[in-house]
């Protein structure tokens, strides 16, 4: 009797080790680096108020943490170069890089730090932080939606992805310049729709 209380003890004793660092592991906040190779930033703004020009940044960096069992462990900080703004046309490139826009020569980042990250439905939460353009910072909301995971990719590497998007106003960030139409209206929209398509591979050390 004797002995079959001490296994029964020792049983005890293990799972609860076992459970003890399997929750604690489980509960990790895991760090990742965004992986630009794999990784977009991409914005829509109207024009003549009746088509959209969509263009993107191509020169990204940054890192994000994420603990799916409380997401409000996370967070999210990125840098966009402001100069590497592509629409396809150079000319228009080129005025987006001007004074009159992004002015990129005064303020060659674009930077994203998250302050709150809150709860969805399932996959679904929110990113609550500052986005710094043009020297202006505003405090944005973006909606997010965590993709899923890989335990390992073809080179031993474990990956997460996650999408945000939200709209913001470039007048708020100084970027007033427009065209009045003789029909009515302006030539470029104020509202920006912005969608961030984000691959981070997790950090080994």
Do not use: C
């Amino acid at each position: 009797m004797k002995e079959l209380k001490s296994f029964i003890a020792i049983v005890a004793l293990a799972f609860t080790v076992f459970f003890a660092g399997y929750s604690q592991s489980h509960a990790e906040v895991a760090e990742y680096i965004i992986d630009p190779d794999h990784s977009q930033v991409t914005f829509k703004v109207k024009h003549l108020a009746i088509s959209t020009v969509t263009g993107r940044f191509d020169l990204l960096e940054g890192s994000y943490s994420i603990d799916l069992e409380n997401i409000a462990n996370s967070n999210v900080n990125t840098s966009i170069v402001a100069s590497s703004i592509n629409t396809n046309k150079k000319k228009r490139d080129d005025h987006l890089k001007s004074a009159e826009f992004l002015d990129v020569e005064k303020y060659p980042n674009i930077t994203f730090k998250s302050k709150e990250i809150k709860n969805g439905d399932g996959n679904k939460f929110q990113i609550v932080g500052d986005l710094t353009i043009h020297g202006i910072t505003k405090e944005v909301t973006l909606d997010a939606v965590y993709e899923g995971h890989v335990a390992s990719d073809p080179w031993g590497f474990e990956r997460t992805a996650f999408i945000a998007s939200g709209e913001i106003s470039r007048k708020d960030f100084g970027m007033t310049w427009n065209k009045a139409l003789e029909a009515g209206g302006f030539l470029v929209g104020d509202e920006v729709r912005i969608t961030l398509e984000v691959e981070g591979i997790r950090k080994t050390s």
